[in-house]
């Protein structure tokens, strides 16, 4: 019914840059909250960033001032543009989305995307 496909993850050497992109699809009525999380191996699932549909943002404490998070609400889309890659920001990323479905606008639903691997070499 809805979709989050990420796509934009791969390999870079620190210091290099990276763009991710997230669509959402499906019977959406709207979409509040969207943003980046990601996992390292041994480790839990931590939010990278998030955006509101009104613009305001906020980041990890670790992130902040290399990475920027961006929407396009008419396509139902986020990115997060990765500068200055460290090889601790290597992860599964995953897209996630705050949204009310066509058909059930009385309740909020999260959905998370199948997540993309970010590779930042030393």
């Known amino acids: 019914q809805v979709q989050l496909v990420e796509s934009g993850g791969g390999l870079v050497q620190a210091g290099g840059s990276l763009r991710l992109s997230c669509a959402a699809s499906?019977?959406?009525?709207?979409?509040?909250?969207m943003g980046w999380y990601r996992q390292a191996p041994g480790k839990q699932r931590e939010l990278v960033a998030r955006s509101t549909s009104s613009g305001s943002t906020n980041y990890t404490d670790s992130v902040k001032g290399r990475f920027t998070i961006s929407r396009d609400n008419a396509k139902n889309m986020v990115y997060l543009q990765m500068n200055s890659l460290k090889p601790e920001d290597t992860a599964v990323y995953y897209c996630s989305a705050d949204l009310v479905l066509v058909n059930d606008r009385r309740n909020t639903y999260r959905y998370w995307g199948q997540g993309t691997q970010v590779t930042v070499s030393s």
């Open positions: 499906g019977s959406i009525f709207s979409i509040s909250r």
